[in-house]
């Protein structure tokens, strides 16, 4: 699960494509692997899938 964006802290996961990930609106913004079910993030949003496989 990704942590609140830092310079210093960085996570290794293999980019999906944004039709690969499900973002749930809430009081927590999820970001859900359509590949194999794992939260990607769980926080703050708005959370928005972008081209590049990052999130925002």
Same mark, same amino acid.
Not at 19 to 23: E, H, M, N, T
Not at 32 to 49: A, F, M, N
């Given at each position: 699960m990704s942590s609140w964006p830092s310079s210093q802290v960085h996570e290794d996961h293999e980019p999906l494509a944004p *039709?690969?990930? $499900? =973002?749930t609106p809430g009081e927590r913004w999820t970001v859900? *692997? !359509? $590949?194999? *079910?794992?939260? =990607?993030? *769980?926080?703050?949003?708005? #959370?928005? #899938? !972008?081209?590049d496989g990052k999130t925002a």
């Open positions: *039709s690969d990930y $499900k =973002v859900t *692997s !359509l $590949k194999d *079910s794992s939260t =990607v993030y *769980s926080g703050i949003g708005p #959370v928005e #899938v !972008l081209r």
